[in-house]
């Protein structure tokens, strides 16, 4: 409703809300009391207004009708994953994410039961292989509408420093499996992990810009045989409407890029809560983290959101940790009313505007990317790598600091909680191991060394 419908208030310029600001200050400096920088460098302001959003379009955020529930199933035997697979969609899942780590898991035991043409359905292999897909594709129905095969030797090359079997061998075979793929309209092959980026700890422009590279090698490669856009899988941070932003600047971006290669400008999000910031101490705080960072990914408009067990970090998976995470989801979506309003964030001067600026900001370090030769050569040149370690740097000096709080480990920590002995997974990120062709980006976590030591001295 315009102000010339509401005669009893005249309209108030964001000049005017400033200097009302500035006189309820009375005397302090507007801009170092109220004005804070984000992480990304972003000035962010007290108030915004229609006038911060000058020059820009309203936003209108496209996506599949609705969210999905997923349930990530580890694959290490097929019969095992079914059974699990067969659990989450009984309790409430709507689509399921299979993490297959050897080819002797048999696509037809695995999918043994479930109804392909209505489930969505997400595949990442631990190995690259044409026969393999081909299994795989003959217990898929060609048409149906998710299901995403997330093939990403350039994202292997990212996290682990080595491709499958070589460049020239990793990129042959992902040129013949698409090839091979072209005529099944409802499967999407190729997926970009954005994971690795944001738990290493790049900020978000960084994420969203290697994110965009990652995708442009594939398409400056496979320009032609391409007809569905890479599956984004993007890690949630902590800072709730940053991470809205996040999400739907990830859309903007790949519609940008997307029409200079005639590929549809909507693109499928698979959103998971980052490890980051998750902890071992006061392990039930995962459960709220989780829990507003599925918000965000949401209210960004994701189209699958995977929950993420609270213990998974000390613990092998369990049926109870896996269920309370689907039931974060089941409550947001069916109790909360998550899934009633679309895109209920558009109109927000204070996201779009931030929306507005990562964007730009993302755009900008792409194009400077591939003025640099593009993605794999930043990659190999350890030019990425080095611009993540200093950004990482930064946030876990702040955490040092007490600056960046995770509550129960340098904020308000339990001091009779203990976990030696309880661990049973490995939470703490690796030192240099195997030789790799490239430095790879190691995920860490930013309560690691706390806990270590904390561990120690127990």
Same mark, same amino acid.
């Given at each position: 409703m315009g102000n010339d419908e509401w005669p009893g208030f005249a309209p108030v310029s964001a000049k005017q809300w400033k200097q009302q600001i500035q006189y309820e200050l009375s005397g302090a400096d507007y801009n170092e009391s109220l004005v804070w920088e984000s992480p990304e460098g972003l000035q962010v302001k007290p108030f915004y207004s229609e006038e911060d959003l000058s020059g820009h379009e309203p936003l209108i955020m496209n996506r599949r009708a609705g969210w999905r529930i997923a349930e990530t199933v580890e694959a290490d035997t097929a019969e095992k994953a079914n059974r699990q697979a067969r659990m989450a969609l009984e309790g409430g899942a709507e689509a399921l994410v299979f993490h297959?780590?050897?080819?002797?898991?048999?696509?037809?035991?695995?999918?043994?039961?479930?109804?392909?043409?209505?489930?969505?359905?997400?595949?990442?292999?631990?190995?690259?292989?044409?026969? +393999?897909?081909?299994?795989?594709?003959?217990?898929?129905?060609?048409?149906?509408?998710?299901?995403?095969?997330?093939?990403?030797?350039?994202?292997?090359?990212?996290?682990?420093?080595?491709?499958?079997?070589?460049?020239?061998?990793?990129?042959?075979?992902?040129? +013949?499996?698409?090839?091979?793929?072209?005529?099944?309209?409802?499967?999407?092959p190729l997926g970009v992990d954005g994971r690795p980026y944001q738990e290493a700890g790049a900020n978000r422009i960084q994420e969203l810009a290697y994110c965009l590279s990652h995708a442009h090698e594939y398409l400056h490669l496979f320009a032609g045989v391409l007809q569905h856009p890479p599956v984004f899988t993007l890690a949630i941070g902590a800072d709730y409407f940053f991470e809205i932003a996040k999400f739907r600047a990830m859309r903007l971006l790949w519609a940008s890029l997307a029409t200079e290669y005639d590929l549809p400008p909507e693109c499928s999000i698979l959103a998971v809560p980052s490890l980051r910031n998750k902890t071992i101490y006061d392990y039930n705080n995962n459960m709220l983290r989780a829990t507003s960072e599925c918000m965000s990914a949401i209210l960004g408009t994701a189209d699958t959101v995977a929950g993420l067990?609270?213990?998974?970090? +000390?613990?092998?998976?369990?049926?109870?940790s896996m269920r309370m995470a689907r039931n974060q989801l089941l409550i947001l979506k069916h109790e909360a009313g998550f899934n009633s309003v679309a895109n209920p964030s558009d109109g927000s001067y204070y996201i779009e505007t931030i929306t507005h600026q990562l964007a730009e900001r993302a755009l900008a370090l792409f194009k400077q990317l591939e003025a640099g030769g593009g993605f794999l050569k930043q990659l190999q040149s350890h030019n990425i790598q080095k611009k993540v370690r200093e950004s990482a740097s930064r946030d876990q000096r702040l955490f040092d600091e007490g600056k960046q709080p995770l509550l129960g480990i340098n904020s308000q920590p339990d001091p009779a909680a203990h976990m030696k002995g309880e661990v049973e997974g490995l939470p703490f990120a690796k030192g240099k191991g195997q030789k790799t062709e490239i430095e790879p980006l190691v995920r860490k976590r930013l309560a690691g060394k706390a806990e270590q030591n904390r561990l120690a001295d127990e």
């Open positions: 297959i780590s050897r080819e002797g898991v048999s696509p037809v035991s695995l999918l043994q039961g479930i109804d392909t043409e209505q489930i969505e359905l997400h595949f990442r292999c631990d190995f690259l292989s044409l026969s +393999y897909v081909q299994s795989l594709r003959m217990q898929l129905p060609g048409e149906a509408a998710g299901t995403f095969l997330h093939l990403d030797p350039i994202g292997k090359l990212a996290q682990t420093g080595t491709w499958y079997g070589g460049r020239k061998r990793d990129l042959e075979t992902l040129g +013949y499996m698409l090839q091979a793929l072209q005529p099944f309209s409802g499967i999407h067990p609270y213990d998974n970090l +000390y613990k092998n998976p369990n049926d109870f």
